[in-house]
């Protein structure tokens, strides 16, 4: 069967663009050829920083015949319905519709339309124009000539030739006509733009990735990756050094360079005064070098290059001029690292925002917080500035520390100085050190481990693989970080709406699960609401703002935080593998204990484990049994008592069940109160023999009201007792 190459070859290709096109090339030609009706067997697309390619496996060579009968209507229809079918079908009179016979429901007309196949490279020919033309580039351009003309082409950089060929393995293919703008589709590419900058022609895909390797270009992303961490590592190796590895710029080097040269430049030692993070940040944000570490795993004055030249000199040149912009932006860290622990200047100014957050003008980190309360810095228009919201963070700090085992004192230090940091020079120069920076100024001013560690962790967690703090002073500054932003929005009503999250506030729900949930922290969410909600409130006077309003526990449910935290625990929950309808069937439950987050996740982790026996899956059987013919009842109606008479109780089952929802009902009480869910579990699982029992032995819908009622009054204490711990009706099965 035949294949097909493709290739579109422009001036540049930006790294961060490339996978999206390359995935996105692959869809669109492959989707257009099965809307076409073509089949393939396979196909893989491949990028570099001037071209992307497509590679399609067994493409068939024809699509095949085609027979469509559409239905029109009865023999005996209006003239107006048949002129309507006529119109819509494409047929000039009624003597060129079928007539369908349908004993049934009568016969109708048929307009039957056979189509023959078409070849497949005419197929191609057609299509890819609209997809090359109509390419979802983020950001594209227009040049030369043609530009000027209504619709012409907009590529991501000058698109300079386009190869596109197509046929069997055992033929010669042959170069499908087509053109886009003034680009004539063939079969000549170029090369590596210096190395092998002539023409070059090419058949198929084997030929073509051959051809372009001796032109000195690696056409596949993944294999260039592995060059770059082979070579890098042997090289660092041979220098007594180790590698540090980043995966993230291994990816955008690789999509610089089409044929990647390892080569190892220098710096000063003096440089290395600076901290290991900063070192690095620079270098790879300036120059998209790796770092190198020592044996005793200090940071070395080596770092590791990609250039995309074989130069004659084995790249000496090319390293020395990486060194020399190295150097020059390491001066200019080493200038902010020494700038931030010096004495800001007019400290005098600072003097009443020191006084206020209780804060020491003689230390660094102290004089850059009480900067960034004197700037009046916006946190948000509505939601007051950012010394306002360290007062803030500070005070929830200090309520929660005793929640999370953490000494208040430390807590309310950490918060005053976890944002301290932002009106640094490095951070200035590197958002993403701020809490990294913070730590290590923290540190060199001498302040308690916990509260420099605070500092950068009460950002974490940031992602679903990044780690949540375990020191308790960084729980109880992190909760509080995060439960502040979270209730500040939702109160102004800036909460996310579908796809849109400005704020992140999913991903500071999320945070604050993990960080209770892995902590195994006890922590009353709708509590911890209210003490947010009552310091914003307290601070913010203007009418913009919520003003002195007062919040309580039902405000934040009606207004959907505790819901909106709800949801996020049940992504948490799949994402560690629970089912939905357990998930559902916990929360399903009253106000006071579906606030405690560490509550929730243990019960479904014990609902499920007791559902994977045989005893749990009999119990809910009998559950939903129960519950069901309730419902009914209910819904009918029916009397049912308020309370079981133990008088009316006539059978030996319905006595006893009475008797074993006694002893399940106190032992799942007890240990809920205890909050020992794997007990209160395997109590309840103790009736599922009482409940098989009685649904064997009596009909509850006895002709005797008051027994009737009895017995339904003995189903709902079922219902009660298994409420306790789960909704079972909304369980599968």
Known sequence: MPDLLLELRCEEIPARMQKRASQDLKTRVTTALVDHGLTYEAANAHVTPRRLALDVRGVTARSPDTREERKGPRLDAPEKAIAGFLRASGLSSISEASIVRDPRKGDFYAAVTHRQGRPAEAIIAEVMPGIIHDFPWPKSMRWGQASARPGSLRWVRPLQSIICTFGPETEEPIVIPFAVDDIVAGNVTHGHRFHAPEAIT???????????????????????????????????????????????????????????????????????????????????????????????????????????????????????????????????????????????????????????????????????????????????????????????????????????????????????????????????????????????????????????????????????????????????????????????????????????????????????????????????????????????????????????????????????????????????????????????????????????????VRRVAALSALLDTETGQNLLAGTKRAVNLLSDEEGKGTEIAKAVDPALLIDESEKDLHAALDVAEASAQEAIAQEDYPAAMESLAALRGPIDVFFEAVMVNDPVPAIRANRLALLDRIRRATGMVADFSLIAG
């Open 202 to 600: 090419v058949r198929r895909f084997d030929d073509y990735i051959d051809k372009l390797e001796k032109a000195h270009v690696v056409l596949d992303a993944e294999r260039r990756k592995a060059i770059i961490l082979a070579d890098a590592r042997n090289q660092t190796f041979a220098a007594g050094l180790d590698l540090v590895e980043d995966e993230g710029l291994l990816d955008e080097v690789a999509g610089l360079v089409e044929w990647p040269v390892v080569l190892i430049g220098e710096f000063e030692d003096a440089y290395l005064e600076i901290p290991d993070e900063v070192i690095r940040l620079t270098i790879r944000a300036n120059q998209k070098c790796f770092v190198t570490r020592r044996q005793d795993g200090s940071l070395s004055n080596r770092f590791v290059l990609v250039s995309n030249v074989a130069a004659r000199d084995g790249g000496a040149e090319i390293a020395r001029g990486n060194g020399k912009v190295v150097r020059a932006r390491l001066a200019d860290a080493l200038h902010f690292w020494h700038t931030d622990q010096a004495d800001l200047p007019d400290l005098e100014r600072l003097v009443p925002a020191a006084r206020d957050l209780g804060l020491d003008l003689a230390r660094p980190l102290d004089q850059r917080m009480a900067k960034l309360d004197a700037l009046d810095v916006t946190f948000h228009a509505r939601l007051g500035t950012q010394g306002a919201r360290v007062r803030r963070i500070r005070d929830l700090a200090r309520e929660l520390a005793p929640s999370v085992g953490a000494d208040p004192v430390l807590a309310m230090r950490a918060a005053v100085l976890a944002k301290a940091d932002l009106t640094s020079e490095i951070v200035g120069e590197f958002p993403e050190l701020q809490g990294a920076m913070g730590r290590r100024y923290g540190e060199l001013q001498g302040e308690d481990p916990g509260v420099a560690l605070a500092i950068e962790e009460h950002y974490r967690p940031q992602g679903p693989s990044d780690h949540v703090p375990r020191d308790p002073v960084a729980i109880a500054v992190a909760l509080a970080d995060k439960i502040d932003t979270l209730t500040g929005f939702f109160t102004i009503d800036e909460k996310p709406t579908g796809s849109k999250d400005p704020y992140a506030l999913r991903r500071a729900a999320l945070g604050v699960i993990r960080i209770v949930v892995e902590n195994a922290v006890r922590l009353p969410l709708l509590a911890a609401f209210s003490m947010a909600s009552q310091a914003l409130s307290a601070q913010l006077q203007d009418n913009t703002a919520p003003g002195r309003m007062t919040f309580d526990e039902a405000t934040f449910d009606k207004n959907g935080l505790l819901s909106f935290f709800h949801d996020r625990l049940k992504v948490y929950l799949r994402d560690q593998g629970a089912r939905h309808d357990l998930i559902d069937a916990v929360l399903a439950d009253d106000l006071a204990r579906s606030d405690d987050l560490l509550a929730l």
